[in-house]
């Protein structure tokens, strides 16, 4: 309805910025190119929000309630595989989260609703957001304290993210618990060097670490409820001097991930008592450091009604997925969320004719989205704007 007019734009706009991705912080041809694109439809732009953030306000006829649509700009420090025509030109960066086509259809998006903006009773705001994979500050944060959401006030906001689980032509969309907390684990185990035959001589930092490492695998079996979800992940382990040598220093890293702020807020206590726990008993000690990310992303009942009501309007019922569960992943629109009534919707991309199991996933250095799910996209954040602003107003 939407998307198809603007649809080789976008495309275009998509390829620009896919083939310049850029890393976290450092959005700045992004963010030029966005801002003008806004500024060429006439809307009112501000630069440099929250680091390169960009906000294009559009102003509808008359006045009313603010609606607000977020896109994340941002890329991964990956070497691209796809193959593309349009692949990175940029050593070690790639858009393999799908933030690219996140960017390119909020802009059509913007297009859309610029051409009936005499028909729009309040205002649009477009939020493109940097940063959103600096895990664990984000880049909505930075956006919220300098007033992102007043000057007007945003009164509901809307998202997508593309979804290769689901394929080209379908949207799902969720109520309540969306997507997982991210917090972040940094432990250090301390030891006692000694020569590898006499491992009696010292204190073993690495089988101090595999313990550790089981034991908190047993955290998410024994300490959390079978009805909540959590995941304990050490993604990362550096130690050991030669072989020969027992180390004295091993330090880990890893991920927790939560839906339940309950089951969030006990997990430093329960991953530092495991930790210190398990090093002691084999004469070591470990220092733990807790770091709390993203929050838990909620999506707003009613705006979650209103986004399935607006692709059933367009596309028909056969369009919308109501998702039965949420995802582990996490999203730094959680912040925003947690301000304001917010949906994030899931858009299919992946083609009918590929198999879910063997599509690359997001972060794969193969990521590539159909880009015949760009309509879908647009049409999405287009109505779900319209319904949005038609529904404040009665």
Same mark, same amino acid.
């Given at each position: 309805? =939407? ?17 310049? +991705?850029?890393? *976290? ?5 992004? *963010?030029?190119?966005?801002?003008? %694109? ?14 390169? /953030? ?38 070690? %960066? ?69 979804? +290769? ?30 020569? !590898? ?20 695998? &047993? ?5 959390? *409820? ?27 890293? !890893? ?23 398990? @090093? ?9 450091? =807790? ?9 707003? *009942?009613?705006?979650?009604?209103? @986004? ?28 925003? &969320? ?6 994030? @919707? ?30 879908? /996209? ?17």
């Amino acid at each position: 309805m =939407y998307g198809e007019k603007f649809l080789s734009r976008v495309i275009e706009w998509r390829r620009d910025i896919h083939s310049h +991705p850029e890393l *976290s912080q450092n959005e700045q041809r992004t *963010s030029e190119l966005v801002a003008g %694109v806004l500024e060429g439809l006439g809307l009112e732009v501000t630069r440099n929000v929250g680091g390169f /953030g960009v906000v294009g306000l559009l102003h509808g006829k008359s006045d009313g309630k603010t609606v607000a649509l977020r896109a994340d700009m941002d890329a991964l420090p990956l070497n691209e595989e796809t193959g593309l025509s349009y692949a990175s030109q940029t050593q070690g %960066v790639m858009h393999a989260c799908g933030h690219d086509t996140h960017v390119a259809m909020m802009l059509g998006a913007a297009c859309a609703l610029s051409e009936v903006r005499e028909k729009i009773q309040g205002n649009v705001k477009f939020i493109f957001q940097p940063a959103e994979e600096l895990n664990p500050t984000g880049g909505a944060p930075g956006m919220i304290r300098e007033g992102v959401l007043e000057n007007p006030h945003v009164d509901g906001i809307f998202a997508l993210h593309v979804w +290769p689980v689901f394929e080209t032509g379908k949207i799902a969309i969720r109520s309540g618990e969306c997507m997982a907390a991210s917090d972040r684990i940094f432990l250090t185990v301390h030891g006692k060097t000694a020569h !590898g035959s006499r491992p009696d001589q010292g204190h073993d930092a690495i089988v101090a670490s595999a313990h550790i490492i089981t034991g908190l695998q &047993a955290i998410v079996s024994r300490s959390v *409820s079978p009805l909540d979800s959590a995941v304990v992940t050490i993604g990362t382990i550096h130690g050991g001097y030669r072989y020969n040598v027992i180390p004295d220093t091993v330090k880990l890293e !890893g991920t927790v991930r939560t839906l339940n702020p309950e089951i969030q807020s006990s997990m430093p206590d329960l991953i530092t008592r495991t930790a210190k726990g398990m @090093a002691e008993s084999l004469g070591c000690s470990c220092d733990v450091e =807790y770091v709390k990310g993203y929050p838990p992303l909620v999506n707003d *009942s009613t705006l979650a009604g209103i @986004a399935v009501d607006a692709v059933r309007k367009i596309h028909g019922e056969d369009a919308v997925i109501i998702a039965d569960e949420p995802d582990l992943a996490a999203e730094d629109f959680a912040f925003f &969320a947690r301000e304001r009534p917010a949906v994030m @919707a899931w858009l299919g991309c992946r083609p009918s004719d590929v198999d879910v199991k063997t599509a690359p996933k997001l972060h794969n250095t193969r990521f590539c989205p159909d880009e015949g799910c760009f309509v879908y /996209g647009i049409d999405y954040l287009v109505q779900s704007s319209l319904n949005f602003l038609l529904r404040s107003s009665r």
